[in-house]
């Protein structure tokens, strides 16, 4: 009725093409609103103070017993609470939301069977959901990251370049979070955990010696610049502690790794009782390898967290095709940064193509001529003279196109009257670009 109200019949009615047109104009318009709108640092001004509303409301001395209890958890065994925490936690919000439901509904027995049967269901939905989870989450810190430091990486004039360059580095920053989550939380989970209790400890101490109301997430209106921390006692010492939480996480759960000894082992009765829980419960653990373990087998770490490595059985020996997919890897990098820069001058795209054709390609072709284990390179299936004569060709080839792509840049600089050393634009990047 709508759509014969607003287009009526007869020869006025327009024709299809341009009610698509239409549409898709309409919808581009309110998702550019959108973008807006959400950008805008009002409404993310705004959004905060709703969460510091919502936490103001409740009992402050509760909501720093909790984050105590849950910031030394971390600092103590960050890398083995992770999964859990996600898997449990996200269960029981499915669970306690189908029982609101039930109850507003006022079928509190039902509510109460189908919050159980949703909360197990919800355990092996989180477990499938984790791997999503642990690389959204490093695909998020990497990307923030690349676009806090934007200037430094001279990239603000540079938006096509910028986003380009994040999507690059928020791919690389979740599969390296994927396969190296282990280690990852035992570097992260400390700052966050001593950010807690710091913070925890912060409000203890001024509600003990003022008597003015005040939140736990106070910490949040104060700027961490040194020269604004160094002029307030308080915020010293919450930076301070900050930094002692954190390196007492890191020795607590790095030390294992490093030195093979750990600090907070748990008695032999509770790892068999943990041991029995991960047999039981497969879903809620973390099964992930460390990443030093395929490097150094000395350093090997068990699979589940806490408890003692069962013995594997030996398995099948399989192709392994993975110096040569890291050699494709590396071709189809030079390849894409050749599409990516056909709009630069014939010198310095020389001297970037070859650069990169020597050291990602060749090098890594050299490297691999003696640990792949399928020897598809040329001359690595006869005598080991063929595999030295290979490398020693590779190698040839990294220093001919290094010599190649520096010659280019050197014509390019004599041809613009610039600096060999990098000095006629200063800036961090290029002068460590130059020299190193």
Known sequence: LKFCVAFPRGPSRPSLRSMAHFSLHEHAEHMLRMTEVLLDKDNLTDGWSNIESAMAAIDQGLIATIALVLGAALVARGFALVKPCFVLSTALALGCRTFTVACREGQMIPGVVSALLVFGCGVVFAHRLYPIFVFACGAVMAGALTFFCRTSLDLTHSPTALIGFMMLVSVFGGLLLQQSRIFSYRVLTPILGGLLMSATLRFFIIAALTKASVTW???????????????????????????????????????????????????????????????WFPWIFDGGEEFASDIMPSLRQEREPFLPRAEEEPAETKPDYRPEALILLMVFSVLLLNFLMMSKPLLFLGHVLMMSAAFQVFMTAA?????????????????PLLRHFTHGSFNVLVLLFAIGGYLSMYARQVEHEESQLGFNNPSVMRIAHVWT
């Open 217 to 279: 997430l106070s910490f949040t209106h104060f700027p961490l610049r040194p020269a604004y921390v160094v002029t307030d006692p308080l915020e010293v010492f919450f930076v301070v502690a900050w930094g002692v939480c954190a390196c007492m996480g890191w020795y607590s759960q790095l030390i294992s790794v490093i030195a093979g000894v750990d600090p907070l082992a748990l008695p032999e009765h509770l790892s068999l009782r943990l041991q029995r829980m991960n047999t």
């Open 367 to 383: 490297l691999t001529s003696y640990i792949s284990p399928q020897r598809v390179l040329l001359g690595l299936r006869g005598s």
